[in-house]
């Protein structure tokens, strides 16, 4: 890749070392073979939304069993379709934060055991940065420093991105992540799980300007997130306000849509809004999008629109890089670079502290 320094001769670059990224921070099984030169060679992704759906949610304890039964297989697919061997393999890396810690755990075990079996350096790898990561991936060249937003069902921060690999956590939610708020609306709106998607889909033949639905912090200067008063709104708007004498309106397929389409809205305005003014207070005129709602269509429209206005430098990751998985890992050969190699004692760091300023 364009921003990794390459100090090997020309014969040695001709056969590009590789290496293992394994993902299994939450409630997907990943495992990717990269080269240095930034190259997807296999990425394999086992979902669990199967064992989940009837849950609302992921359940912790169904998602590390998973990931234990599953986690070798998806290795050996990697491997098997990039058409190398584990001796091939110049590094290991795994996510290794934030995340479930009973899954991160499955993944670091997993991890640390082929290190130590292959003697190959192990790299610990921040799975949000790695998010951001995506976004340089995708341009082939160095995009630093930016703005980076990861907005996912677990997660919705803001970061002043320095380097590749130099992030500074400047804003985040302070209740519940932007991806998590659509799941917990679809459910209220008698929708499928996993919900973003359901909630988009509905939101297409809904009118976004239906319901007035509030934009909480968009007006405040803090680079702070909140969701919960909009899904409260939801709620009074959709089932009624507690002890009123009328009833609220039947849920009919339009009024779902209309209802939808206005949350939705209100996400994306409040998403928009904060990037704005990361880019206005870090002086940065690049901006990367991150994350599982990252692939949100109308979220997509309207950073375009951001780019087109302001001339700002939009990048979101593809469809592909958005939701979990682990050939964002290659920020692994960033990390290594630097010599940031992991001890083989390394510990999974399941949470992360919010922060707004």
Not at 194 to 199: A, I, L, S, T, V
Not at 208 to 234: E, I, Q, Y
């Amino acid at each position: 890749m364009s921003g990794v320094v390459n100090t090997r001769s020309a014969e040695e670059s001709a056969c590009p070392e590789i290496l293992l990224a394994i993902e299994s921070s939450c409630d997907e099984t990943a495992a990717a073979v990269v080269d240095s030169q930034g190259h997807v060679l296999s990425s394999v992704v086992a979902s669990q939304d199967e064992l989940h759906q009837r849950f609302g949610g992921v359940v912790p304890e169904i998602a590390s069993r998973a990931h234990l039964s599953r986690v070798l297989p998806v290795i050996d697919e990697a491997l098997r379709k990039s058409s190398h061997a584990l001796e091939d393999l110049s590094a290991i890396a795994v996510m290794t934060e934030p995340g479930l810690v009973g899954s991160l755990l499955v993944g670091v075990t997993a991890a640390k055991t082929l290190a130590m079996v292959l003697g190959r350096p192990l790299i610990a790898v921040n799975h949000i940065h790695a998010h951001l990561y995506a976004c340089r991936m995708t341009a082939t060249r160095n995009i630093f420093p930016a703005t980076g937003l990861v907005v996912s069902g677990g997660h919705t921060n803001l970061y002043d991105c320095r380097s590749a690999i130099d992030y500074e956590l400047v804003g985040s939610t302070i209740d519940d992540a932007a991806g998590e708020a659509f799941d917990k609306a679809a459910a209220l709106l008698g929708l499928p799980y996993p919900g973003g998607p359901w909630m988009q889909k509905m939101a297409v033949n809904g009118n976004p300007r239906a319901f007035n639905f509030p934009r909480s912090f968009l007006k405040d200067d803090r680079l702070a997130f909140s969701f919960s008063g909009l899904k409260t709104a939801l709620r009074y708007t959709a089932l009624g306000l507690p002890g009123a004498e009328e009833p609220a309106p039947e849920l009919t397929p339009q009024r779902i849509s209309d209802l939808a389409a206005s949350f939705q809205e209100a996400v994306v305005d409040v998403l928009i809004g904060k990037c704005r003014q990361a880019l206005s207070q870090f002086k940065r005129r690049t901006l990367c999008i991150g994350g599982g709602v990252a692939a949100n269509v109308r979220l997509r429209e309207r950073l375009l629109e951001l780019q087109d206005e302001s001339g700002i430098d939009v990048i979101i990751a593809p469809m592909a890089l958005c939701t979990d998985n682990a050939a964002m890992g290659a920020i692994a050969w960033e990390l290594l670079q630097a010599g940031q190699v992991a001890p083989l004692d390394v510990d999974v760091t399941p949470g992360l502290v919010r922060h707004s300023r």
